[in-house]
C-alpha cells in the first residue's frame, strides 16, 4: 500500500526554519510531480509550492523567498525548507505525489510559528 510519510514539523518562534519531508513508501515507483499545501484553522487548503518530475518549482507569493521546494529522487522524497517563518504560516501542512497517474496525501504535519 503506497502511503506518504511526512516528518519535521513542530513549533518554533518568529524567524525560525523547519524542514519537511514527504517520504513515499510501500511502491518501487517514483514520485512524478509533488507539492505542499496547508490548511489554517477555519480556512481552505491551500497551495505552498509545486515541483515537477524535471525539478521545476511553482511557489504561493505568500512564501516566495522563503521556502524552498525540494526532491530526492534516489530516496524518493520531497522536502520543503521554510525560512523566515511567521505566525502566519502556522498550518497544517500536507504534502501530494502523483506516482503513476494517481493521486496520494500525506496525513499532514503539524506546523506552529509562535511571534
Known amino acids: 500500500q503506497v502511503q506518504l510519510v511526512e516528518s519535521g514539523g513542530g513549533s518554533v518562534q518568529a524567524g525560525g526554519s523547519l524542514r519537511l519531508s514527504c517520504a513515499a513508501s510501500?511502491?518501487?515507483?517514483?514520485?512524478?510531480?509533488a507539492g505542499w499545501y496547508r490548511q489554517a484553522p477555519g480556512n481552505q487548503r491551500e497551495l505552498v509550492a509545486t515541483?515537477?518530475?524535471?525539478?521545476?518549482?511553482n511557489y504561493a507569493d505568500a512564501v516566495k523567498g522563503r521556502f524552498t521546494i525540494s526532491r530526492d529522487n534516489a530516496k524518493n522524497t520531497v522536502y520543503l525548507q521554510m525560512n523566515s517563518l511567521k505566525p502566519e504560516d502556522t498550518a497544517v501542512y500536507y504534502c501530494?505525489?502523483?506516482?503513476?497517474?494517481?493521486?496520494?496525501w500525506g496525513q499532514g504535519t503539524q506546523v506552529t510559528v509562535s511571534s
Open positions: 515541483i515537477t518530475s524535471g525539478g521545476i518549482t
Open positions: 510501500g511502491t518501487i515507483f517514483s514520485i512524478n510531480a
Open positions: 501530494n505525489a502523483v506516482i503513476l497517474r494517481t493521486n496520494f
